[in-house]
């Protein structure tokens, strides 16, 4: 079984800064890409962000420039650092894992989302 734990949402002015993280726990044998999607009230879950096991990274438009993944393999854990926040940013941010286990194969994981509010 395989947990990915998020942490380090909350509420932030518009300008402000955060930090999310999620770490990864159980049988795991590795760990290829992860990354981070979000979910607004009303609307469908889109991508954020992600990072390869190579350290690849992808950005959703909305994001570039402004938010930066990166992750630790020896850790199992990705972080997302989230810059010059906008209401727009507002949503349920999870964490998301495309590994494989030592007892059950391949799978798609997800954590149980962190929420992010930005203030105007």
């Known amino acids: 079984q395989v947990q990915l734990l998020e942490s380090g949402g909350g509420l932030v002015q518009a300008g402000g800064s955060l930090r999310l993280s999620c770490a990864a726990s159980g049988s795991i044998f590795s760990i290829n890409a992860m990354g981070w999607y979000r979910q607004a009230p009303g609307k469908q879950r889109e991508l954020v962000a992600t990072i390869t096991s190579g350290g690849l990274t992808n950005y959703a438009d909305s994001v570039k420039g402004r938010f930066t993944i990166f992750r630790d393999n020896a850790k199992n854990t990705m972080s997302l650092q989230m810059n010059s926040l906008k209401p727009e940013d507002t949503a349920v941010y999870y964490c998301?894992?495309?590994?494989?286990?030592?007892?059950?194969?391949?799978?798609?994981?997800w954590g149980q989302g962190t929420q992010v509010t930005v203030s105007s």
């Open positions: 998301n894992a495309d590994l494989m286990g030592w007892t059950f194969g391949r799978a798609d994981c």
